[in-house]
Structure formats: C-alpha cells, structure tokens
C-alpha cells in the first residue's frame, strides 16, 4: 500500500476579481501520519486550500484524491466533506451548553455503549481534557474548547484531521503546549494532520512538511528545515524567519558581494565578532527579545538586525565588528 494519503493535483479555485483567497495549480502529496502545515499571509489561498482538500469547495480544475480515490466536490454529493477527514474551523462548532464529554461522544453511535465510552475517553486522555468530561463548554478557557474540538473531530476514526487556524484563540503560554500535544498525538494515534496558519512559528514547531503559500501560488514545500536554511523566494525567507533583504547596492555597501539582484539572510547569520573579515558597524537600536537581544546596527546609511546572544553586551550608539556568516542571493 502507498503511503500517500492525499494527492493534490493541479488544483484550482479563482473567486471575482476582486476577491482574494484563491488558488492556482497546486500540486503536493502528504505522506500518511504526517503533520502538514500550510502557512502563509491572509488572503494567500490557505483556507480555500484546506476547503478543498476536505471537499467542501467546488474547484473550478485539478483533483484531490484520498488513498487514490477522487474526493467528490459539494456538488457531487448530498454532505459535503469526505468520511474520512475532518474539519476543525475557528469557531470550533461545539455545543456551548452541553458537557465535554457528550459533545464529543455525540459523534459515536449508541449500538456499542462500551466502545463508545472507552473510546471517548481515550481521546480525551490523549489530548489531557479527561478532567474536564463533566464540565460545560461554555465553562471553558479558548484553549479547552480547541482541545475539545479536536477530540471530537478524532474519536470516530478520523484518518486525516484538518485544522484552520487552530492557535488563533490560543494564549501564547498554551499554543507552545497545544502544538507539542497535537504533534504527539499524530504520533501515537498515526492520524495525518494539515493545519493553515498565518504564523509560521506553527509549522517550524510541529510540521514534518512544510508548503509556503503567497497569492494563491504553492511557491516551495519540503521539510521546515530544508525551506528555512534553502528558501526558493525571498518571500519565504521573510514569513519564516524575518530576513534581511538587500539590494546590490546595499549589499556592497556593507562588504557583501553578488552577481545577482538581492542579498538575504537571517540575522542569527549576522555574527558579533573581531574576524579579519568583520565590519564595523553603528548601534542604532537594541531590542529586547529574552534570552537575546536584537540588535538594528547601521554602515554608510545600510540598516540591518543582528542577533547579541550575551544580552546588554553592546548599547545603543555603541560600534560592533559584524560578520555576516553566509547569505543567499536572489
């Protein structure tokens, strides 16, 4: 048996003109158990993609196929969807005034009351909500009710779980723990999972494959390092890790050499040290980031950020030697 899942084939989906959020000829497959992270800004096709993938979006050319059957469109069935995935949307669709564990057994028949049961509260382990079986949704933080949605989307033998935005609602002291735990249960329970998102924090954290996603256009997939230390687009250097972009004039201002148009490159690249080959460059602004600090540092009328690990080291009109360890060049 394969182990691809789902096959996207030249898949299509234009709105009017003046709308955004389409798709253009997207082709990718996704390796069974495998946490998918579809990133990109707002408006750049993410959630259409999601949509049709799951089948709820009619496209207008391409195909998806699950385990190398067709996925129908709305159109071509009476519920929409496919029996096989779920859909976990932002407004999570959970019944705010039932308990916790009756929103999620709601998914299961009544023919077997012990499967029901054991299986309901084995998701509910899995995803640590088990002390909240008797509580009602409307009782819980944003954290919880994704934890419950999800659980409920998983407990009838999900194989693929699709999730849309799911840290928007999320603290940022619980998404670093949401993250872990829906990695994790993609591993024990060997459910695929595709999540869009606009922060690309989530697919660097959790992903084993990554698609960078800009108006529409799948510009580069792969694993979240390979794209990150490789990136095809200058646009995916700046979502994923905020890079420097210069052009060839500026470039060469600071010492940096290239035949080609724009010189990138992340400012952990950008090194503090007394190298022969360092530059001397003017401590503009310093940034507080935790364990580091950030600095915005200026030669001959160039600005660009570098990474102090040894926070308050160098002070703001202070001058550094900088040596940009390696960079890209598009």
């Given at each position: 048996m394969s182990n691809t899942i789902i096959s996207v084939k030249n898949l299509t989906k234009q709105y009017q003109a003046e709308q955004a959020g389409g798709i253009k000829n997207i082709s990718?497959?996704?390796?069974?158990g495998d946490v998918v992270a579809i990133i990109g800004e707002s408006g750049s096709g993410k959630s259409t993609l999601l949509k049709t993938i799951f089948g709820l979006l009619?496209?207008?050319?391409?195909?998806?196929?699950?385990?190398?059957?067709?996925?129908?469109?709305?159109?071509?069935?009476?519920?929409?969807g496919h029996k096989q995935m779920k859909m976990v949307t932002q407004d999570f669709s959970l019944n705010i005034y039932a308990k916790v564990y009756d929103n999620i057994a709601s998914q299961l028949s009544n023919t077997d009351l012990k499967t029901k049961t054991e299986k309901t509260l084995a998701i509910m382990e899995h995803l640590r909500i088990l002390h909240l079986q008797n509580k009602k949704i409307i009782e819980l933080s944003g954290g919880e009710q994704q934890r419950v949605a999800i659980a409920k989307a998983m407990v009838s033998d999900t194989q693929v779980l699709l999730l849309d935005e799911p840290f928007s609602q999320v603290d940022a002291l619980?998404?670093?723990?949401?993250?872990?735990?829906?990695?994790?249960?993609?591993?024990?329970?060997?459910?695929?999972?595709?999540?869009?998102?606009?922060?690309?924090?989530?697919?660097?954290?959790?992903?084993?494959?990554?698609?960078?996603?800009?108006?529409?256009?799948?510009?580069?997939?792969?694993?979240?390092?390979?794209?990150?230390?490789?990136?095809?687009?200058?646009?995916?250097?700046?979502?994923?890790?905020?890079?420097?972009?210069?052009s060839r004039e500026d470039a060469e201002k600071i010492g940096l050499k290239t035949a080609l148009e724009f010189v990138v490159f992340y400012p952990e690249w950008a090194e503090i040290n007394n190298s022969w080959n360092s530059r001397r460059f003017e401590v503009k602004d310093v940034y507080y980031k935790g364990f580091y600090d950030e600095l915005l540092v200026e030669r001959k009328g160039v600005n660009i950020r570098a990474l102090q690990l040894n926070r308050g080291e160098h002070k703001k009109n202070d001058h550094v030697q900088l040596n940009i360890s390696h960079f890209l060049e598009f």
């Open positions: 990718f497959d996704i390796q069974r009619k496209t207008d050319s391409g195909d998806v196929f699950f385990e190398d059957k067709r996925v129908l469109g709305p159109d071509e069935q009476l519920i929409p619980l998404k670093n723990q949401l993250r872990a735990d829906i990695k994790r249960v993609a591993s024990e329970t060997g459910v695929t999972v595709i999540l869009v998102s606009h922060d690309p924090a989530d697919g660097l954290f959790l992903a084993d494959q990554l698609l960078i996603i800009k108006d529409g256009e799948l510009l580069q997939t792969g694993k979240p390092a390979d794209i990150y230390q490789h990136p095809k687009h200058i646009y995916t250097a700046q979502i994923l890790g905020n890079a420097v972009v210069l």
